[in-house]
């Protein structure tokens, strides 16, 4: 099998797995105290700042899986990058309608 036909196969679904793994630890924070919540926090982050930063090098060595993934890529750089999931934080009794242990 050629190598670009996995690539766009494996880029979409790990995308989606990550983006769903970010939100998850996010979502559980609410049955954590507060030294796990820190810890959820900055997993969610690390992940999202190394999901970006892979994009990037793939924008360099392998153009065309990015483009033509470019959606996946799009709403995963939207619902997962680390200024949204700060925003989340900082609103997160709004959003999952639980107050954050402290």
């Not at 820190?38 to 969610?44: D, M, P, Q, R």
């Amino acid at each position: 099998m050629n190598k670009l036909k996995v690539a766009n196969i494996v880029l979409p679904l790990s995308l989606i797995l990550i983006s769903i793994g970010i939100w998850k630890l996010i979502y559980n924070m609410q049955f954590l105290a507060y030294d796990d919540n820190f810890g959820n926090l900055c997993e969610a982050l690390l992940l999202s700042i190394l999901a970006i930063l892979t994009i990037c090098v793939m924008w360099f060595k392998w153009r065309e899986i990015i483009k033509k993934a470019s959606l996946i890529v799009l709403l995963f750089l939207i619902t997962s990058n680390p200024i949204i999931i700060m925003i989340a934080c900082v609103n997160y009794e709004y959003i999952f309608d639980a107050k954050l242990k402290l």
